[in-house]
């Protein structure tokens, strides 16, 4: 168990459907990032938080967006979903603190499916 | 940009065997590499991981990578491989400190052979 929890598990929804995808990161780690993995498009980097802010993007679409709250938690909006949306989507979490100690810890990961 | 190779998709070893599983990246700085493993329907779990110092890092599992920066490597190796250890490996790599996106090689599926 890596300490990250993210919630829900599985999720099916429908094409041009909205859903949010929830993640809790380990106690004490102010930096959240989310990864989305595809057959297609296999590991990918999404977006980092730091704290609240927005610190690093990568490869995430306009119709996703994300955001992390006080309490350090974060959500990832996915909006006009597609078909390959499809994916397991995984968030991990880091202290963010001393580069030589720092390692990212990844949840279990949500399952979207888009019908 | 940074980037990763992982050399074969499947690597199939007897039980016992030696476990090698290729890793090559690029990367305009010195490197953060990692190592994480995939069990079915799980996340990911980190394995090893090199920063600085030592270049041969010992990992959980009996795992171990050697940093070859002439190579630019960063193989996986276990000297014998159990049934347990059957799972999909990926080598990952940072550049630095406030830039700590991971990216992610294609990923390699290990079968154990008993």
């Known amino acids: 168990d890596s300490g990250v929890t993210q919630t829900p598990k599985h999720l099916i929804t429908a094409t041009g459907q909205r859903v949010t995808l929830r993640c809790s990161p380990r106690s004490g780690d102010l930096s959240v990032y989310w990864y989305q993995q595809s057959l297609d498009q296999g590991l990918q980097f999404l977006i980092q938080?730091?704290?609240?802010?927005?610190?690093a993007k990568g490869n995430i679409l306009e119709r996703f967006s994300a955001q992390q709250f006080p309490d350090l938690h974060s959500e990832l909006n996915l909006s006009s979903l597609e078909l390959g949306d499809s994916a397991l989507y995984f968030c991990?979490?880091?202290?963010?603190?001393?580069?030589?100690?720092?390692?990212?810890?990844f949840g279990p990961g949500t399952r979207l499916t888009v019908l | 940009a940074q980037s990763v190779t992982q050399l074969g998709s499947h690597v199939s070893v007897s039980e016992g065997a030696l476990v090698l599983l290729r890793c090559n990246y690029s990367s305009s700085v010195p490197p953060y590499l990692f190592w994480y493993v995939q069990y079915p329907n799980q996340g990911l779990q980190l394995l090893l991981k090199y920063t600085t110092g030592a270049t041969l890092v010992k990992g959980i599992n009996g795992f171990e990578a050697e940093f070859k920066k002439s190579e630019t490597s960063f193989h996986l190796t276990k000297p014998s491989a159990h049934m347990s250890d059957a799972a999909e490996y990926f080598c990952a790599v940072s550049e630095s400190f406030g830039n700590e996106k991971l990216t992610f090689g294609t990923g390699t599926r290990l079968t154990i052979i008993p």
């Open positions: 938080y730091y704290n609240g802010e927005e610190r």
């Open positions: 991990a979490s880091s202290g963010y603190r001393d580069p030589s100690t720092d390692t990212q810890y």
